[in-house]
């Protein structure tokens, strides 16, 4: 089980190549990947995007390379006999509307004063296959540190799962008593009603009408299902891929059965019981939020 939030970076440098890898990742419901990347290894973002879709399901991912080579001598070219001319002229008509001198920016933003057009744009094979070396092990680092996430969350979400399965079992050992009052509490209301109205009741449709009441107030299901439903949710947490739709799914079910559990449940140490589990199920959601 594996958490979304990572970090990772690695960098490497040679005399005059200096790379740096840097990658983030936060959580997501789908795979989001967002590439800060100089200009020379642009047309290898496919291929960064493609390593990082080998490794994640889902997750917003941030990816920032840094590459500086001082090798390099193809640098753009600034026509400095043009930009003197735009100069001059800009000076001149500034001049006689008195207007202020062109700055250097917007001279420098003019056609024809900086050519690129000796410039590489993007980095040859043996650079691009360096620069994915030293991704890669940035990706191995994030990696790394979203493993023990996912081992930490994994530990504190198994420790919820016992609470729930421990208050579970108080709750199944209250029934035949919740049951009983309960059935008492009804026999009372009925027999005030008869006398107030004063109508006799039969003690056969007495009973029946009390069994009929008890058996609507009967969570025994729902305890049945929703221990069924841990059983499920501990052993998905035990997958090898991507676990966290899948518990997503099945905490929904958990939480619709004690739903139903809240309103059925009729002593007070059972409706405790009840609120302390949909407080373990919330803190559960809050942590597999996190999961992929």
């Not at 200009?39 to 990816?63: C, D, H, M, Y």
């Not at 081992?151 to 399965?165: D, F, G, R, S």
């Not at 997958?239 to 739709?245: D, F, Q, R, S, T």
Request: charged share 30%; with cysteine; glycine share 4%.
């Amino acid at each position: 089980m594996k958490s979304m939030t990572g970090y990772g970076r690695d960098t490497w440098e040679d005399g005059t190549l200096s790379i740096d890898a840097e990658i983030r990742t936060v959580n997501s419901r789908y795979l989001n990947i967002v590439t800060k990347l100089p200009q020379e290894i642009f047309a290898w973002e496919p291929q960064l995007k493609k390593l990082v879709g080998e490794n994640l399901t889902r997750g917003s991912v941030n990816i920032v390379i840094s590459y500086i080579d001082a090798s390099k001598t193809n640098f753009p070219k600034i026509n400095k006999e043009l930009l003197l001319f735009y100069f001059r002229s800009m000076k001149e008509i500034g001049n006689a509307v008195n207007a202020s001198s062109p700055t250097l920016e917007h001279l420098l933003a003019l056609p024809g004063i900086v050519n690129t057009d000796n410039a590489v744009p993007f980095i040859d094979q043996e650079k691009w296959e360096k620069v994915r070396d030293v991704f890669i092990k940035a990706l191995a680092n994030m990696e790394k540190m979203r493993n023990e996430e996912g081992e930490y969350l994994e530990k504190e979400i198994a420790q919820y799962c016992l609470e729930i399965e421990k208050k579970l079992y108080k709750i199944e050992e209250l029934i035949p008593s919740v049951y009983d009052a309960y059935a008492e509490k009804i026999k009372v209301k009925i027999i005030e009603f008869a006398q107030k109205e004063k109508v006799d009741i039969p003690q056969d449709m007495l009973l029946k009408e009390i069994a009929t009441l008890v058996e609507k107030s009967d969570i025994t299901e729902e305890i049945v299902r929703l221990k069924s439903h841990v059983a499920q949710f501990k052993e998905t947490m035990c997958w090898k891929e991507a676990v966290g739709k899948k518990l997503e799914f099945i905490l929904q079910e958990m939480l619709r059965e004690i739903t139903t559990l809240s309103v059925k449940a009729s002593s007070k140490e059972c409706c405790a019981l009840v609120v302390d589990i949909k407080s373990l199920l919330e803190k559960t959601r809050e942590q597999i939020q996190n999961i992929e």
